[in-house]
C-alpha cells in the first residue's frame, strides 16, 4: 500500500500559478505511475496529468500547455505547476498511484477567482 499527501493548493486569482506537491510513502518501489486527479462542484472527477515511471507523460485537453507534472524520484515526489491557472480550474485536487492498486491522497483545494 502506498500513502500520498499533498500540499500547495490554495486561493488564487485568474491567470496565476501554483504548485502542488504529492509525496509517497510506503510500497514506492511498486508504483506504476502517479498523478493527479480533480473533481469540481457538480461534475465527474477527471484526470489531470500522469507520470509513469519511465518518465512518460499525459495531460487533459483542458490543461495542456498550461499545466506541467513532473517528479523527484529521490523523493518519491510529483509536482504539478500549474500556470495561468482559470476559474474552470477550480477542484479539489487528489493525487493518486498505481501499483497493484489504485491509492489516493486526501485531495487539496484549488480554488481560482478574482
Known amino acids: 500500500q502506498v500513502q500520498l499527501v499533498e500540499s500547495g493548493g490554495g486561493l488564487v486569482q485568474p491567470g496565476g500559478s501554483l504548485r502542488l506537491s504529492c509525496t509517497a510513502s510506503?510500497?514506492?518501489?511498486?508504483?506504476?505511475?502517479m498523478g493527479w486527479h480533480r473533481r469540481a462542484p457538480g461534475k465527474q472527477r477527471e484526470l489531470v496529468a500522469v507520470i509513469t515511471s519511465g518518465g512518460g507523460t499525459n495531460y487533459a485537453d483542458s490543461v495542456k500547455g498550461r499545466f506541467s507534472i513532473s517528479r523527484d524520484k529521490a523523493k518519491n515526489t510529483v509536482y504539478l505547476q500549474m500556470n495561468s491557472l482559470k476559474p474552470e480550474d477550480t477542484a479539489v485536487y487528489y493525487c493518486?498511484?498505481?501499483?497493484?492498486?489504485?491509492?489516493w491522497g486526501q485531495g487539496t483545494q484549488v480554488t481560482v477567482s478574482s
Open positions: 493518486y498511484a498505481a501499483s497493484t492498486r489504485a491509492d
Open positions: 510506503g510500497s514506492v518501489f511498486s508504483i506504476k505511475a
